[in-house]
């Protein structure tokens, strides 16, 4: 039941608050990341894996499509900063096998995840790969969408968790009509991190600002959001989001603010 909880708080939270959390400087939308020192001393973490399954939701279908490769770039990142990444199809395997023992955790038709079926295959999991393995962390990488304006000033800013991105076009047009309201919300996503240690207590968890998944439809005359048909095309934007997401569990120089 412990362990239930402290899931379950990291589903049902719009903001990570911890003893050790951050405070943002010039951008006052950075995340305020959730870290454990003492937890993350004993684990002594060098060995990850990257699940191929949420911590909450599902996320929507066009973002699962690009999930394998920000998975990659997750991967490639921590390799860079000295982690050895285990391959995801260990963790499939373990995951097929515990499914069928114990039910799909995620209601296909509603996407609610049943905590109970979740912790159980987690337990299962890491049972296994703990005989396998030299595993020390999960590392979830779940990508969330949620709204936000391009309202900030002049150039029509959209600022979320510690990033900052201006509107993209779509349509015939290049223009945008003068009636347009800039205070309509778009969809936008982030990179959201959480680090659970083979005990499955969680060590870390942030988020940090990917991009816009709506752009502006130029052939609309009153001005309308549509989906963008390249999800998550640029890279430095995802790079610049993996980064934001992992500071301070991996520090980030350009991170935007300062902590306590």
Same mark, same amino acid.
């Given at each position: 039941?412990?362990?239930?909880?402290?899931?379950?708080?990291?589903?049902?939270?719009?903001?990570?608050?911890?003893?050790?959390?951050?405070?943002?400087?010039?951008?006052?939308?950075?995340?305020?990341?959730?870290?454990? &020192?003492? +937890?993350? %001393?004993?684990?002594?973490?060098?060995?990850?894996? /990257?699940?191929?399954?949420?911590? *909450?939701?599902? #996320?929507?279908?066009?973002?699962?499509?690009?999930?394998?490769?920000?998975?990659?770039?997750?991967?490639?990142?921590?390799?860079?900063?000295?982690?050895?990444?285990? &391959?995801?199809?260990?963790?499939?395997?373990?995951?097929?096998?515990?499914?069928?023992?114990?039910?799909?955790?995620? $209601? &296909?038709?509603?996407? =609610?995840?049943?905590?109970?079926?979740?912790?159980? /295959?987690?337990? #299962?999991?890491?049972?296994?790969?703990?005989?396998?393995?030299?595993?020390?962390?999960?590392?979830?990488?779940? /990508?969330?969408?949620?709204?936000?304006?391009?309202?900030?000033?002049?150039?029509?800013?959209?600022?979320?968790? *510690?990033?900052?991105?201006?509107?993209? +076009?779509?349509?015939?047009?290049?223009?945008?009509?003068?009636?347009?309201?800039?205070? =309509?919300?778009?969809?936008?996503?982030?990179?959201?991190? #959480?680090?659970?240690?083979? $005990?499955?207590?969680?060590? @870390?968890?942030?988020?940090?600002?990917?991009?816009?998944? $709506? %752009?502006? $439809?130029?052939?609309?005359?009153?001005? %309308?959001?549509?989906?963008?048909?390249?999800? +998550?095309?640029?890279?430095?934007?995802?790079?610049?989001?993996?980064?934001?997401?992992?500071?301070? @569990?991996?520090? @980030?120089?350009?991170?935007?603010?300062?902590?306590?």
């Amino acid at each position: 039941m412990r362990l239930f909880n402290r899931i379950l708080g990291v589903l049902g939270a719009a903001s990570l608050l911890g003893a050790c959390s951050s405070t943002p400087s010039y951008n006052p939308t950075v995340f305020e990341y959730e870290m454990d &020192p003492a +937890l993350i %001393a004993a684990a002594k973490v060098k060995t990850v894996v /990257i699940p191929h399954v949420n911590l *909450g939701p599902p #996320s929507r279908n066009y973002l699962e499509r690009v999930a394998p490769r920000i998975d990659g770039q997750v991967s490639s990142y921590l390799k860079k900063n000295g982690y050895k990444v285990l &391959p995801q199809r260990e963790f499939k395997q373990h995951w097929n096998t515990a499914v069928r023992a114990y039910g799909d955790p995620v $209601d &296909p038709t509603t996407g =609610k995840v049943n905590m109970k079926s979740f912790v159980q /295959i987690m337990q #299962s999991v890491r049972d296994q790969l703990r005989q396998t393995s030299d595993l020390d962390a999960f590392v979830f990488t779940d /990508i969330v969408e949620f709204e936000v304006p391009f309202n900030g000033g002049l150039k029509h800013l959209a600022r979320w968790d *510690g990033v900052t991105r201006r509107p993209s +076009l779509q349509g015939p047009g290049s223009g945008v009509s003068a009636d347009f309201d800039w205070n =309509k919300a778009a969809a936008v996503s982030s990179l959201q991190i #959480s680090v659970y240690d083979m $005990d499955l207590k969680r060590l @870390f968890a942030s988020r940090g600002g990917l991009d816009a998944t $709506d %752009a502006i $439809d130029t052939r609309s005359s009153s001005g %309308a959001y549509v989906r963008r048909r390249n999800i +998550l095309e640029n890279e430095e934007y995802i790079m610049e989001g993996i980064r934001l997401a992992f500071h301070p @569990f991996i520090p @980030f120089k350009e991170w935007p603010g300062t902590p306590d």
